[in-house]
């Protein structure tokens, strides 16, 4: 009888001691599991941050371009170009920061410096905007204008060929579409431009940026999105 009490007081104990050691050995996981997540979730912050800071150079460099060589065709044109340049960028750094924009307001900033790129190059670029959205969908901030920037880089813009974008929405994309009329030369800027907007993307969404790339036209899809999935 004294066996059989002793037995089970022994296995009492052992049964404790395992409980105990797997209740610390579990908080000692789970604690250092919350340390890697608590890691790689500032790792991703600042890639995502990364990107984010590369934008503001990025839409700087481009505009000065495009400054410079108005400077050399027109003074007078470009000193005005240059005043409608810093309001854009104004309304460029309150966007900066923000993680998602409504697309009404990405489309109103767009349609700004869309007028100012027509103002720069008149009958020789031409752009057509959607005439209604829904005010529930969003993009990535200053996704668009890094889009049009890019077809400006990549393409001639001239009288004899006028270069066209067109932006529209279907199927939860807003589709931004050019006539493709690449030039012989452009210069390389590292880690900008649509690398960018999909690696931003990527932080947000499943859905994938779309890219075709046809024989007279480039279109780029972006995936609009809601307050649920941003």
Not at 5 to 19: A, D
Not at 81 to 99: C, K, P, T, V
């Amino acid at each position: 009888m004294y066996l059989i009490m002793e037995i089970g007081e022994v296995s009492i104990f052992v049964i404790i001691c395992t409980l105990c050691y797997q209740f610390l050995y579990f908080n000692e996981t789970r604690s250092t599991e919350q340390l890697a997540f608590k890691a790689e979730i500032g790792k991703q912050t600042e890639k995502y941050e990364s990107l984010r800071r590369q934008l503001s150079p990025h839409f700087l460099f481009n505009n000065i371009n495009v400054l410079t060589a108005l400077i050399e065709e027109n003074p007078q044109k470009a000193v005005r170009f240059s005043e409608a340049l810093g309001n854009i960028y104004r309304h460029f750094l309150r966007q900066e920061d923000e993680d998602v924009v409504s697309l009404e307001s990405a489309l109103s900033f767009s349609k700004d410096y869309l007028e100012l790129l027509k103002y720069r190059y008149e009958e020789a670029f031409q752009y057509v905007l959607p005439e209604a959205i829904a005010s529930n969908q969003y993009i990535i901030p200053l996704a668009l204008q890094q889009v049009i920037e890019n077809t400006i880089k990549h393409n001639e813009v001239s009288r004899e060929k006028p270069l066209q974008i067109t932006i529209g929405i279907q199927n939860d994309y807003i589709i931004i579409q050019n006539t493709k009329q690449l030039k012989t030369t452009v210069e390389n800027t590292k880690g900008t431009g649509i690398e960018n907007i999909q690696k931003r993307y990527a932080f947000l969404t499943e859905k994938e940026v779309v890219i075709e790339d046809e024989v007279n036209s480039f279109t780029i899809k972006l995936p609009l999105l809601n307050m649920e999935n941003a």
